[in-house]
């Protein structure tokens, strides 16, 4: 009996399932960077002593190219860098516990204008840690730009977008209005393409440039082709920010869910300590608001997309979910089904889909994309 470990919040849960049980572990194909490789990367980042850097994504691989960018410039003499990083985020980037850098951790609600914070510095490097995104396509600088400091404009893209199905992977509308959005931002960013435990490649140079890359190159190598399943149990990955909200881990359900045949099952890991995680879930729960509401505002609620996902898909799949957000939230407000452990799903899948049942398991689905039934080639379109 194979014994898979899952990520669940900080802790990893046992999958004891049967080999005639198991379809696949699904996981993306990324061969990490040699050490020399890594630090070359990183060379010829033009970091000065009045120098900016944005952190916008939580990784441990964020951190772990945030640690050899500054130990980088400071052996060239660079012993003043300002790094910021957004509200949300700082919890789980904090450098100064991990080095003595003669660095500055800001939150980003100091950053009262973007464009004004960024004219005060010599040089601005964004960092993210691309991902897939089921609004934009691929999560990156210009994503996280939009979704923190233009409003307007993320009501703009919300708006672009074609229908209300999650489309992670496929360069739409909405993604190429970020690009066009940060052509005017003068700063350069680093992308990082890598899963939970290992980077690929990084991609330094001007914001359009890095996403546009970065993007291709995290399709290329964890936007895996599969035969459609009938069940699949994700986990968002070992990285902890996206176990800590409802809003953080749907983005790997969505991630996840063009694998299902109609009527197919998903259980999402999503233990949510940290609660919903955004305005829209919140006030839809809470019943102060509904689908249509959403819709006639014409201005973006932050996590707006995944009430209108949860809406449209609902009679196509089945959404289950492990967690300890309240059941009638849940259950009654969102339509999940909740299960108390890893056990109880895989008897409820064997009972409704049969003994001889196999079940697909995503553990890293934060940086995975499977697909079935399309060219995966197709769907990377380029601006």
Known sequence: MPEIWLQYGKTDIALDIRFENLYKEIIPTF?????????????????SENSLVIVLSSSKATKQVLSSLVDTATGKGVNEITIVTLPKLKGFIDIQNDNNYSSSLLSASDLVSLTG????????VFLSHSAYDPLFGFEGTPTHVLRNFMDDKMSEAFSLRTNDLPSPGIISEPYRLALSVCKDIEAMSIEIVGNSNSISDIYCGSIEESFTKSSSKL?????????????????PGSDLLYHTTLTQSLNCLWNSVHILSDHGTAILLGESSGG???????????GRTDVSLLRENGKYVEGQEHVM???????????????TLPEYYLKTKLGLKTFDSLKQVLTNLLLRYGKNHKVSVLSDARYTSPRSGIGIDNELKHP
Do not use: C, W
């Open 117 to 124: 914070t960024i004219a005060k510095f010599e040089k601005t």
């Open 276 to 286: 919903l995680g955004s305005k829209a879930l919140e006030m839809f729960v809470e």
């Open 309 to 323: 996902f949860l809406e449209a898909m609902r009679e196509k799949y089945d959404f289950g979910i492990i967690s």
């Open 219 to 235: 399709i290329e190598n964890s936007g895996v082709e599969e035969h459609r399943v009938k069940s699949a149990i994700i986990s």
């Open 31 to 47: 061969t990490p960077l040699q050490e020399d490789q890594f630090s070359s990367k990183l060379q010829d980042v033009p970091l």
